[in-house]
């Protein structure tokens, strides 16, 4: 299971209640992670519980007792006697729409296998029940080239949806700063960070922790385009330096 956001040491603890159970957490965690951690579902997309909270996709919205708004629940810190309702009609209209505004900008097929494969914005629009999208396509990033640079993984623009998750797991986890978020609102794209604009001419090490973070299938590793994924694998890591990076043998 990912809780969305990283788990929190204190001292402290606080309870609260999500769609009316009792939970009792430290002080410092979401009330996304609070929720996970009762068994409550909230979809999400940016969120990770390797990468701290960054609250872009916006998916993840409750409502709060006496509170106006709808605001992030991974961003949320869990407070004393806080109510939080995780489902309503209304919160599923904002987040059906929400989703459509990615869908109008995505091919809206998985790339590895039938229906919505691992694309994690296809299993939320099918969760929500989202079979149209209302909006016209914006198709800013439909005519994008496939950056197959990388002698390991594709970068294809037409699936990415900005949520940064490559963009902090290669900052947060990795230390490398290879990638970024280039331009602004619908123009934006995830960059390597070069004039040449690629991977390979970037400071990416090729680690992979970027595909392991997407989402959406637009880092992909080749081999998983190309073959699907696989049914069975066996991961060890190298003992050869401290790195820990691990090998997958298919
Ligand atoms: Fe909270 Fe994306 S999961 S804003």
């Given at each position: 299971?990912d809780?969305?956001?990283p788990?929190r040491q204190?001292?402290?603890?606080?309870?609260l209640?999500?769609?009316?159970?009792?939970v009792?957490?430290?002080?410092?965690?979401?009330?996304?992670?609070?929720a996970?951690?009762?068994?409550?579902?909230?979809?999400?997309?940016?969120?990770?519980?390797?990468?701290?909270p960054?609250?872009?996709?916006?998916?993840?919205?409750v409502?709060?007792?006496?509170?106006?708004?709808?605001?992030?629940?991974c961003?949320?810190?869990?407070?004393?006697?806080m109510?939080v309702?995780?489902?309503?009609?209304?919160?599923?209209?904002?987040?059906?729409?929400?989703?459509?505004?990615?869908?109008s900008d995505?091919?809206?097929?998985?790339v590895?296998?039938?229906?919505?494969?691992?694309?994690?914005?296809?299993?939320?629009?099918?969760?929500?029940?989202?079979?149209?999208?209302r909006?016209?396509?914006?198709?800013?990033h439909?005519?994008?080239?496939v950056?197959v640079?990388?002698?390991?993984?594709?970068?294809?623009p037409?699936?990415?949806?900005v949520?940064?998750?490559?963009?902090?797991?290669?900052?947060?986890?990795?230390?490398t700063?290879?990638?970024?978020?280039?331009?602004?609102g619908?123009?934006?794209?995830i960059?390597?960070?070069?004039?040449?604009?690629?991977?390979?001419?970037?400071?990416?090490v090729?680690?992979?922790?970027?595909?392991?973070?997407?989402?959406?299938e637009a880092?992909?590793?080749?081999?998983?385009?190309?073959?699907?994924?696989?049914?069975?694998?066996?991961?060890?890591?190298?003992a050869y330096?401290?790195?820990?990076?691990?090998?997958?043998?298919?």
């Amino acid at each position: 299971i990912d809780y969305g956001t990283p788990a929190r040491q204190s001292e402290s603890q606080v309870t609260l209640e999500i769609d009316g159970q009792t939970v009792t957490v430290p002080e410092g965690t979401s009330v996304m992670r609070a929720a996970m951690e009762a068994g409550i579902d909230i979809p999400k997309l940016c969120a990770s519980d390797s990468l701290e909270p960054y609250g872009s996709c916006r998916l993840c919205m409750v409502e709060i007792e006496g509170k106006g708004g709808y605001p992030a629940s991974c961003t949320l810190p869990a407070a004393q006697d806080m109510q939080v309702r995780t489902q309503s009609e209304k919160l599923n209209q904002l987040r059906s729409g929400v989703v459509e505004l990615y869908l109008s900008d995505h091919p809206g097929e998985s790339v590895t296998g039938e229906g919505s494969g691992d694309d994690e914005l296809l299993q939320v629009a099918d969760k929500l029940g989202v079979k149209e999208v209302r909006y016209p396509s914006g198709r800013n990033h439909q005519d994008a080239e496939v950056d197959v640079s990388n002698p390991y993984f594709a970068f294809d623009p037409t699936r990415c949806i900005v949520c940064s998750r490559c963009v902090r797991a290669c900052n947060e986890v990795q230390g490398t700063f290879a990638l970024t978020v280039d331009g602004r609102g619908f123009g934006s794209m995830i960059s390597a960070g070069t004039d040449q604009d690629d991977f390979l001419n970037s400071e990416c090490v090729s680690c992979g922790a970027c595909v392991q973070a997407c989402p959406t299938e637009a880092l992909l590793e080749k081999e998983v385009a190309e073959q699907g994924v696989p049914e069975e694998s066996v991961v060890t890591t190298c003992a050869y330096c401290g790195v820990g990076c691990s090998f997958q043998a298919e």
